[in-house]
């Protein structure tokens, strides 16, 4: 009995030190190299349906040309279950080589020291030249430095976009797109209307959801800005951004139609819209689902040329080996190239990240396939990025649920509503 | 001796042999309750970030909390929730078991029409009342609307009932800060009774069962009616089961988050935060990247305090007219 007690407690030994062998091993999640000289390395990320299947493609394509890496794609599904299992992750030390992030998320990764300086490969031998960095687009490498270091890198960035019926259009007598707001105005009221005469509307000029996305991007071709030069105060309840909330307000309650969550996308599918506004990787779920004539316009302009792109970048964790690092570097550097941009945006709908790639085959390809698409991404040339502190990705939440929300359900006045939700940020930034 | 009484004396009295049985519900107990619940109250010191403990803060997430409106009114919320869920859960559960507790016909069909959704997941039942309760394509607004009802927005509607109520009579005016619950809150409570309510009846019937028949024949032959033999003898004998009943409705209740998060929004919680209950603003806060688990489990650690001293105050008011 003695004898038996103390073999099990051997065994139990046995297994834990063995336990804790293997989780101390190596560096960062990815799998050390077993010897047959290939990097395996881990990306997590949030990519599902189509866009999942086409990052698929894409990594598998990159596997096949690099015999000596391989890298895993892992989905999470959804950001924010991404953003849970890399909080994990890091608390247990075994974080991913590469995932996708938020801004926000990447500025607790770098305060925690979790987050790899990118700096260092892009000036190094394998790196990026002036010329090419240059080619991104304008903002995008700026939205990814940090005190004068780059710690993540542009990967999936959209930005938003008109899709409009065109047949609904024909039947009201218009031909394009509304290219201001007063147009906006009077296009939705035109196509607001009732097509089968029984008294009841069953056609809407525009829908959307409760979206703190599209008042920032109204609110800066207003002329106003999200937060004060400084970062440390609200600045979205301003003249302009009253003017702007009250016209949402006006462009999807009277003419319009507020739904929850995407549902707006599937009523324009099914043809009861006339408009609606959307991201542009909106159009890879919405492929072959609508039998109409439609087209993509850029936003409608008033004050200011102004929009914000959406959208992750990619880190590379820097508890990972040096091999796994330069490794997903050379992924980094291979997804961000004009060729593969190019393939990635017309896959999906992203924005290509580089200049050059809308003048590549592929691109002008998809321009020909999708009416507007190209004059939507000429957005990116001044589009800019929003405050990326994890204190405005907690304030955020204030201006679409105290502000925005508050005035489409008509719950608040426009001005009521965004000074209730500046006080509630103003709150949040101070702590 | 026989091999039997052998057994008795050397192992099952040997408390050695007693610790070692409880070992694996003992671990169970200590690495997923216990450590846990000890680490929330460590961490909720501490300024924590993706998963790194950034520093000591002492109270300060104490201090933020008291003075963030969202904990107040998400606590708000929750209050709503379990006075909504509670005495109807209870009523409704208790009036099931003594109707289910008579002989009648296809007795263990209807026994199994009550329990079924507590067996059925709860992630599906929140998704097919999601569907039940929308505006456009719901059940509930088809049959409102047959019988000649107005259809409601359900889940999307911010605005409290009260209010709604004070407007359908044609009342021009009602005070803002009385406006109670909103209807979306209220369609999640529904569903919360719902999906209880077959628990409570379970522990009702055994309590039922417990009572012994001499103190109903002795009652009737003393010619009470039936009303007179359910207060005067089944409502004080199954006293110990309500109090049991009332105390883990209670507490569930005020955990609740699971058809909170599924039923409500985009953003959960929606409309307007109305539907954001205490343990929702607590997830939110810890576990979205923007967020501070020491935060979070400062939040945790005072839905616990609420909790536990509530259950006190319930044994100080109500243990004394139970009879055991």
């Known amino acids: ?431 | 001796m026989t091999w039997l009484e052998n057994l008795r004396r050397k192992k099952f009295m040997d408390p050695l042999t007693a610790a070692l049985y409880l070992v694996p519900a003992g671990i169970v107990v200590i690495v997923f309750r216990m450590i846990p619940i000890v680490s929330a109250f460590i961490l909720s010191f501490f300024d924590v970030k993706m998963g790194r403990i950034r520093g000591f803060v002492g109270l300060a997430q104490y201090v933020r909390l008291f003075q963030d409106p969202t904990f107040f009114s998400s606590l708000g919320t929750t209050v709503y929730y379990v006075a909504g869920v509670v005495p109807v859960s209870l009523f409704l559960s208790l009036l099931a078991a003594v109707l289910l507790n008579q002989k009648i016909r296809a007795l263990g069909l209807y026994r199994t029409v009550f329990f079924l959704p507590v067996v059925t997941s709860l992630v599906a039942v929140s998704m097919v009342w999601k569907w039940i309760f929308h505006p456009r394509l719901g059940l509930l607004n088809y049959i409102f609307e047959v019988l000649g009802g107005n259809a409601m927005v359900w889940l999307e509607e911010p605005r409290g009932i009260f209010e709604m109520v004070a407007s359908g009579l044609g009342w021009g005016w009602w005070p803002a800060g009385l406006s109670g619950p909103s209807l979306a809150l209220i369609a999640v409570i529904i569903v919360a009774i719902w999906r209880g309510i077959g628990y409570n009846i379970v522990i009702f019937l055994a309590g039922l069962q417990n009572i012994p028949n001499q103190y109903y024949e002795a009652a009737r032959i003393d010619g009470a009616n039936s009303r007179g033999v359910f207060w005067k003898v089944t409502w004080p004998l199954l006293s110990p089961t309500t109090f049991y009943v009332l105390l883990s409705t209670t507490i569930t209740s005020f955990q609740v988050f699971t058809q909170i998060y599924l039923m409500t929004g985009p953003p959960v919680g929606g409309p307007m935060g109305t539907t954001k209950v205490i343990v929702y603003y607590l997830f939110e806060k810890g576990f979205d990247a923007g967020g501070n688990m020491g935060y979070a489990s400062a939040v945790a650690l005072i839905l616990f305090v609420i909790i536990l001293s509530l259950t006190l105050v319930q044994r100080r008011l109500v243990e004394s007219r139970v009879y055991y």
Request: aromatic share 12%; with cysteine.
């Open chain 1, 1 to 431: 009995m003695k004898h038996r007690l103390k073999k099990h407690w051997l065994l139990w030994v046995l297994l834990t030190t063995s336990v804790l062998a293997i989780s101390l091993a190596g560096c960062g999640g990815g799998k050390e190299g077993t010897g047959d000289g290939v990097v395996r390395l881990e990306f997590w990320h949030a990519m599902g349906g189509p866009l999942g299947d086409a990052l698929d493609a894409l990594v598998a394509e990159f596997n096949g040309n690099h015999s000596d890496i391989e890298i895993q794609s892992i989905s999470m599904g959804r950001y924010q279950a991404l953003s849970q299992k890399i909080m994990a992750a890091v608390a247990a030390d075994q974080p991913p080589d590469l995932a996708q992030v938020y801004e926000a998320w990447t500025e607790n990764l770098i305060e925690n020291g979790s987050a790899e300086s990118m700096t260092a490969y892009i000036n190094g031998p394998n790196g990026l030249s002036q010329e090419e960095l240059d080619d991104f687009i304008p903002g995008m490498i700026e939205n990814s430095t940090w005190d004068g270091e780059i710690y993540s890198f542009p990967f999936n960035k959209s930005v938003r976009a008109l899709y409009w019926n065109k047949g609904a259009f024909a039947e009201v007598g218009l031909t394009q797109a509304p290219t201001n707001w007063d147009e906006y105005l009077e296009y939705a009221k035109k196509l607001t209307r009732d097509t089968d005469g029984d008294g009841e509307i069953d056609q809407w000029g525009t829908a959307g959801q409760i979206s703190a996305w599209m008042f920032e991007n109204l609110l800066v071709q207003n002329g106003g800005e999200i937060l004060t030069d400084d970062g440390t105060r609200a600045a979205f309840d301003s003249p302009e951004g009253v003017e702007a909330l009250e016209f949402m307000v006006e462009l999807l309650t009277e003419y319009g139609k507020v739904t929850s969550g995407y549902e707006y996308q599937n009523d324009f599918q099914a043809g009861k819209i006339g408009m609606v506004e959307g991201s542009t990787v909106s159009l890879s779920f919405m492929e072959g689902k609508y039998t109409f004539d439609m087209a993509l316009a850029p936003l409608p302009e008033n004050k200011e040329k102004a929009s914000f792109f959406a959208g992750t970048n990619v880190v590379i964790f820097a508890d990972s080996c040096d091999p796994n690092k330069r490794a997903a570097w050379e992924f980094v550097k291979w997804f961000t190239s004009p060729e593969i941009t190019a393939r990635w945006a017309a896959m999906t709908g992203y924005a290509p990240v580089r200049r050059s790639a809308m003048n590549l085959p592929v691109m002008q390809e998809r321009f020909t396939e999708v009416e507007g698409l190209e004059s939507v991404f000429t957005q990116l040339e001044y589009a800019s990025y929003e405050p990326r502190s994890a204190a405005w990705y907690a304030g955020r939440k204030y201006l679409e649920e105290t502000g925005v929300e508050a005035a489409l359900r008509k719950q608040m006045k426009p001005g009521e509503a965004l000074a209730a939700a500046a006080r509630a940020v103003n709150a949040e930034l101070a702590r």
